[in-house]
């Protein structure tokens, strides 16, 4: 089936641009968000319906940064900025089924001027079994003009100090 167990990747382990790409391990992450699977969220094939990836991402991402000391609803209502998807990649790599425990892990692996990038991961609950990953880029935008600001430094402090290392 496509996408059951290979992704948006070739046959040679590359990513879409032809660059070598290194799979996410769970020992690259520090945040996990435990979920048991659905019913609801299952496809007629009886296994999760690809766009519950995306929730199940942006749920990881937003607890993610809570986890990094980030008051998001308060910095944007003190800010008027708030972030935007622009990016929403998942990556299927093997099947999930109804009743699975599963956690959901989150990790940022790039700040820019006015993004960051990050990269959620499904794992079976405590094993290092890579179920699907992904990519979630956010634009940070003023709400008035809609258009970019820079990510506060104070938000790249915490993410650097919740990773252990400098963006």
Do not use: C
């Not at 991402?61 to 998942?90: C, I, M, N, P, T």
């Not at 790039?110 to 992904?134: K, M, N, Q």
């Amino acid at each position: 089936m496509p996408g059951r167990n290979g992704g948006g990747e070739d046959g040679a382990g590359l990513s879409m641009d032809g660059a070598a790409k290194a799979l996410p391990s769970r020992a690259d992450f520090r945040f996990f968000r435990p979920h048991t699977v659905r019913y609801v969220e299952l496809d007629t094939q009886g296994i999760v319906f690809n766009a519950h990836y995306l929730t199940w991402y942006d749920e990881a991402v937003s607890d993610y940064l809570r986890a990094a000391g980030w008051d998001y609803q308060g910095e944007v209502k003190a800010s008027g900025a708030d972030f935007h998807v622009v990016r929403g990649l998942v990556e299927y790599r093997v099947a999930i089924g109804r009743a699975q425990r599963i956690e959901v892990a989150a990790r940022a692996t790039r700040i820019g001027r006015s993004s960051i990038t990050f990269v959620p991961a499904v794992f079976p609950a405590a094993e290092d079994t890579l179920l699907a990953t992904g990519e979630i880029v956010w634009v940070l935008t003023d709400q008035a003009s809609r258009r970019p600001v820079p990510v506060p430094d104070r938000l790249r402090a915490l993410l650097a100090a919740h990773e252990g290392r400098a963006f």
